[in-house]
C-alpha cells in the first residue's frame, strides 16, 4: 500500500514569509507526528497527534509554528514569518496506536526547506 | 528528560569487518529502543526494535539487545557491506505517558569501502 506522503519535496522560501507542508499519513493509522532533522540539532520531536486527543505540542520551538490534522488524516504545519534558523528537512510520520503500544512508526521523505 | 547518546561519526570500515555503534539512554519511565537507518536519498526506516529488558531485536544481520542495567543499545553487525553504508539513529520512546514520540540520538554514519 502507499507510505506517507509529504509535500512539497522542496521549498525555498523568502525570510519573514509563512510556509504550509502537508503530510497523507497512511490510511487507517491514527498516530501522526512531525519532526525536524537539521544539522545543528539533528532529528527532534516537533508535535503529536493521536486521534481525537488534544496534540502534543510540546516540541514545538516556538509560536511561529502550528498544525492541524484535519479529519483525523492530512495534517498540515505551518511556519509563520519564516526565519533562516528555519531551514531543515521536515518529516512526517505516522502509525497505529493503542494502548501506548510501541508501533512502528513509518515516515516520510521529507520536505526540505531552505529560508533565504 | 530523556536523551540519546551514540558515537561520533563517520565510521569508516572495509566490507566484511565488524560493526558496533554504541548507544546509551537516559529515560523516566520503561523506554523501547529503536534503530533507525537512513539510506542515502532516502527516508527514515525502522531497522530493528526492543521494548524491554534483554530483548534483542535483530534485521538484516544488525542486532541490539537492551542492557537495561547499562542503559544501553549497541548496534552490532558480523560482516558490514559497501549497501551498508547509511546514517544510523538510536532512538527511544518512552511511555511513561501518553505521547509515544520518538527522542532521537545524533545519527552515526557508516561509510562501508571495498
Known amino acids: 500500500g502507499a507510505g506517507v506522503s509529504q509535500s512539497p519535496s522542496n521549498k525555498v522560501t523568502e525570510k519573514g514569509k509563512d510556509v504550509e507542508l502537508r503530510c497523507d499519513p497512511i490510511?487507517?493509522?491514527?498516530?501522526l507526528y512531525w519532526y525536524r532533522q537539521s544539522l545543528g540539532q539533528g532529528l527532534e520531536f516537533l508535535i503529536y497527534?493521536?486521534?481525537?486527543?488534544?496534540?502534543?505540542k510540546s516540541g514545538l520551538p516556538s509560536d511561529r509554528f502550528s498544525a492541524e490534522r484535519t479529519g483525523g488524516s492530512v495534517s498540515t504545519l505551518t511556519i509563520q514569518r519564516t526565519q533562516q534558523e528555519d531551514s531543515a528537512v521536515y518529516l512526517c510520520?505516522?502509525?497505529?496506536?493503542?494502548?501506548?503500544?510501541?508501533?512502528?512508526?513509518?515516515f516520510g521523505p521529507g520536505t526540505r526547506l531552505t529560508v533565504t | 528528560g530523556d536523551s540519546v547518546t551514540q558515537m561520533e561519526g563517520p565510521v569508516t570500515l572495509s566490507e566484511e569487518a565488524f560493526l558496533t555503534i554504541n548507544c546509551t539512554y537516559t529515560?523516566?519511565?520503561?523506554?523501547?529502543l529503536f534503530w533507525y537507518v537512513q539510506y542515502p536519498g532516502e527516508g527514515l526506516q525502522l531497522l530493528l526494535k526492543?521494548?524491554?529488558?534483554?530483548d534483542k531485536g535483530s534485521n538484516k544481520g544488525f542486532e541490539a539487545t537492551y542492557r537495561k542495567e547499562t542503559t544501553s543499545f549497541h548496534l552490532e553487525k558480523g560482516s558490514v557491506q559497501v549497501s551498508d553504508s547509511a546514517v544510523y539513529f538510536c532512538?527511544?520512546?518512552?511511555?511513561?505517558?501518553?505521547?509515544?514520540?520518538?527522542?532521537f540520538g545524533t545519527g552515526t554514519r557508516l561509510q562501508v569501502t571495498l
Open positions: 510520520a505516522s502509525s497505529l496506536e493503542a494502548g501506548g503500544l510501541p508501533y512502528e512508526q513509518y
Open positions: 490510511s487507517g493509522h491514527t498516530a
Open positions: 497527534f493521536q486521534g481525537n486527543s488534544a496534540p502534543d
Open positions: 529515560a523516566t519511565g520503561y523506554p523501547s
Open positions: 526492543a521494548t524491554k529488558a534483554d
Open positions: 532512538a527511544l520512546s518512552d511511555f511513561s505517558g501518553t505521547a509515544s514520540k520518538l527522542t
